[in-house]
């Protein structure tokens, strides 16, 4: 046999596991339905594979956990906290720290720190929470993604990138002094998980400077977007990723994070920056939304996990069997025929609805559609990322129809198996095989904010 070609795994063993509970077909049925077609309402025990994100769904390492065992749950000045601010230093090169209970609470504080009435926030392609923190602070979201970030098929290394062509019309537009700062996603969930170049940040460092403008990064999975500047970019191939996400922090003035994903923790997030005065608004804002400076909404145990699991995020090891297992799958549904958005990102797989089901018109939810009939098949929770995701266009009214209509099959970290990731793709495969008895949906409940959370449907007929 040859050996020039070897098989590699992941670079842990498994210490615990937790049960599952199996179902028939006929249960989920009676769930999905219950559930009115929106899988985040099943509830979490009526799930075989979750895929439903990758957020706080992560296993933590024996470090971690003996970590938790660290906690110094004082309410001021905890020493957890003065760990994690020198790994937030060490690792991401930023001067200050402002601790959240999630990304969401580091946007909602960034946003009113920074954020204008009537400002533009222009980013790289929306996401959910982040865009309705900068509209609820009076700021109006402008996409400046590049556009092959909205074509499913296209194969552009770095999908992510900012077109700096897009963001000078709108300083040209509006001045420099109307935009609030550039919000740049590493890597862009709602794209399919795709990266940005280092390339694309050193460009729009030096476009900011020129116009005095800050970049803010979300910097939710910025292992995961360094991992592809190591496998995809000139220069980087011998670099590790501990080297490249503390270059790619070092182009910019900030960022929110959500811990959840990267940092390997159930819960957590963080503001950082490096501005004294922007610091010292958002650690007063801080006491009101969330805690005190040194806590923001995390128990100390919290912080010393966030802390841990920073450092082994940054591991090439790491990184390489994280990303690798998403690209097994991603290998798998591809020879099998089955549509989905290229090149494969980070941390899942995106269905290309439009593709899968061409005989469900848009306002018909063919994601949603498709995600409830994955979870029929068995028992696999996903999500949809299309219409529902998008809401409603605030000064019309109607429903923003984003090109990309997708069913994101996100893998969370050190979780699942290779057998489960063959389950999910021989799964997929039926589905598709039977793709034209599948059903558009009808929206019987609209919630007035992040729709796709509670919204509920009914089948067509
Ligand atoms: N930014 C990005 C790119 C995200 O993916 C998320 C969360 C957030 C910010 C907000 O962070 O959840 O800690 O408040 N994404 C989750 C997901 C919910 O499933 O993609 P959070």
């Not at 979201?141 to 770095?158: G, N, R, T, W």
């Not at 608004?281 to 805690?291: L, R």
């Not at 090891?317 to 799958?329: D, F, I, N, S, T």
């Amino acid at each position: 046999m040859s050996l020039s070609k070897r098989s590699w795994a992941e670079p842990f063993k498994i210490k615990m596991v937790e049960l599952l509970k199996m179902t028939t077909p006929a249960q989920r049925q009676k769930a999905i339905k219950e559930a009115g077609y929106n899988t985040f309402l099943l509830k979490s025990e009526d799930v075989y594979i979750d895929l439903l994100t990758d957020s706080g769904t992560s296993a933590m390492s024996d470090q971690q956990w003996a970590g938790m065992m660290l906690g110094d749950e004082a309410y001021a000045g905890s020493k957890n906290f003065y760990k994690l601010e020198k790994a937030v230093q060490k690792y991401y090169g930023y001067k200050y720290l402002i601790p959240t209970h999630q990304g969401r609470g580091a946007e909602n504080i960034l946003s009113q720190v920074m954020i204008k009435k009537g400002d533009i926030v222009p980013g790289n392609m929306y996401f959910t929470t982040t865009r309705l923190h900068q509209e609820l602070a009076g700021g109006t979201f402008a996409d400046v993604i590049i556009d092959e970030a909205h074509d499913s098929e296209s194969l552009h290394p770095f999908k992510g990138n900012v077109d700096l062509g897009k963001l000078d019309k709108l300083v040209k537009k509006y001045g420099a002094k109307k935009i609030s700062y550039v919000c740049v996603a590493v890597t862009v969930n709602l794209a399919g998980g795709q990266p940005v170049s280092m390339q694309n940040l050193k460009e729009l460092r030096q476009y900011t400077n020129k116009h005095g403008i800050k970049v803010m990064l979300d910097m939710t999975r910025i292992a995961e977007n360094a991992y592809f500047i190591q496998q995809r970019e000139k220069g980087y191939a011998k670099k590790s990723i501990a080297a490249i996400v503390k270059e790619m922090c070092g182009y910019t003035d900030g960022a929110t994070f959500s811990g959840k994903k990267d940092a390997l923790v159930n819960i957590g997030g963080f503001l950082a920056v490096n501005d004294k005065d922007i610091y010292e608004d958002a650690s007063n804002m801080v006491v009101v939304y969330e805690g005190l400076h040194t806590y923001g909404g995390m128990a100390g145990r919290d912080m010393e996990a966030m802390a841990t699991g920073i450092e082994e995020s940054v591991q090439d090891e790491h990184m390489k069997a994280r990303v690798g297992q998403v690209l097994y799958l991603g290998d798998s549904l591809l020879e099998a025929g089955i549509p989905i958005v290229l090149p494969v990102g980070g941390h899942g797989i995106f269905l290309d609805a439009k593709r899968f089901l061409p005989h469900i018109k848009q306002d018909q939810f063919p994601a949603q559609a498709l995600a409830a009939e994955l979870y029929v098949d068995s028992g696999v929770r996903a999500m949809e990322r299309g219409i529902v995701s998008a809401g409603r266009n605030k000064k019309t009214g109607d429903h923003y129809y984003p090109k990309l209509e997708l069913v994101r099959l996100t893998i969370p970290r050190r979780v699942y198996t290779q057998a489960h990731m063959d389950v999910i793709s021989e799964s997929v495969q039926h589905v598709y095989e039977h793709r034209d008895k599948v059903k558009g949906l009808k929206m019987v409940y609209e919630p007035k904010y992040l729709r796709f959370f509670q919204a509920r449907f009914e089948k067509l007929k």
